[in-house]
């Protein structure tokens, strides 16, 4: 059974950092991917970042430059930096995993079986 945990929400100023860590149990296929996912209230959980076992990474646009998703060296832990947040970046987020193939990471949010609690990110202007 996989098992994620996220940490590292919280509160801060416009223009701030934060740094959001995901612990994961159970996830043994040599193709994996892992997503960052966000959801505003009132808005659709948004795929943020994505990395393939591979190493490959994907952005949506609106934190291409600002967020940086990477993996421990034992890859059972996921982070996702996050620099000059904005309050636009205020959301709960979640962690994802899936086994995968050869193809890029995708942001649906259906297709992830393995799922986090979340952490609260809450940007103030």
């Known amino acids: 059974q996989v098992q994620l945990l996220e940490s590292g929400g919280g509160s801060v100023q416009s223009g701030g950092s934060l740094r959001l860590s995901c612990t994961a149990s159970g996830l043994y296929s040599s193709r994996y991917c892992m997503v960052w996912f966000r959801q505003a209230p009132g808005k659709e959980r948004e795929g943020v970042a994505g990395i393939h076992s591979d190493g490959r990474t994907k952005y949506t646009d609106s934190v291409k430059g600002r967020f940086t998703i990477s993996q421990g060296d034992a890859r059972n832990t996921l982070y996702l930096q996050m620099e000059s947040l904005n309050p636009d970046d205020t959301a709960m987020y979640f962690c994802?995993?899936?086994?995968?193939?050869?193809?890029?990471?995708?942001?649906?949010?259906?297709?992830?079986?393995?799922w986090g609690q979340g952490t609260q990110v809450t940007v103030s202007s």
């Open positions: 994802a995993a899936a086994n995968w193939g050869t193809a890029e990471c995708q942001f649906i949010p259906m297709i992830f079986p393995f």
